[in-house]
């Protein structure tokens, strides 16, 4: 049994319970979960609802997995390789209007920022786990993946059932439980940033 993080008993549970694990076990993600799980980041805010997400993904063991793969850096393949499916988030950086002019889109990481957390709740009220990393070949992914240059390449994520955490190196061991979050008065100030 893994340990909880105590929160305020008004925040949701599915929300203390999401937390990001490096050990999985090689099950499968079904494609239909998975659909689940994007139509849940499709449901995110965004300024003028322009939904700037886009998610490139591959499942373990398809066309593109050792390619997606290749695209973290070499600590987080040894990990991330045993998950189902790996995504990676990509936001459009103008927003682009119905007469085919463009203008600059200030929120688009933010808004994708949005679309990932509705994802990772979903996969957590699905049984899944997730884990986001931004130790990613970013360079590299863009030419790979061919992100066009006005997309911002600003994440990848996991997906996957949990393993016992036995299965990863011993310091990663240590590592595998839900961390502890900063309490509200160190982030959140009326008034000016304090």
């Known amino acids: 049994m893994t340990e909880r993080n105590e929160a305020h008993d008004r925040v ?14 090689e ?19 965004s300024a ?12 373990r063991g398809d066309g593109n997995w050792e390619r997606f793969l290749s695209l973290l850096i070499d ?5 991330a390789k045993d998950a189902a499916v790996l995504v990676f988030v990509v936001s459009d950086t103008l927003q682009r209007k119905g007469d085919g002019t463009t203008s600059p889109n200030h929120s688009h990481s933010f808004d994708a920022g949005a679309a990932w957390a509705l994802a990772a709740l979903q996969a957590t009220a699905m049984g899944y786990h997730v884990h986001a990393m931004t130790g990613v070949k970013f360079d590299e992914a ?17 997906i996957g059932t949990r393993a016992p955490k036995e ?23 009326a008034g000016n940033f304090a």
């Open 48 to 59: 003028f609802n322009i939904q700037p997400w886009r998610f490139l993904y591959a499942h």
């Open 75 to 79: 600590f987080n393949q040894t990990w």
């Open 167 to 189: 299965k990863l190196p011993e310091q990663l061991q240590q590592r595998e439980a839900p961390s502890g979050r900063k309490p509200v008065s160190e982030f959140a100030w």
């Open 27 to 45: 099950n499968a993600v079904p494609q239909e979960d998975l659909d689940v799980i994007f139509e849940a980041a499709g449901w995110a805010p």
């Open 12 to 25: 949701l549970d599915l929300i203390v319970d999401r937390w990001s694990p490096r050990s999985f076990a």
């Open 142 to 158: 863009r030419r790979e993946l061919c992100i066009p240059d006005d997309y911002r390449l600003e994440a990848a994520f996991v």
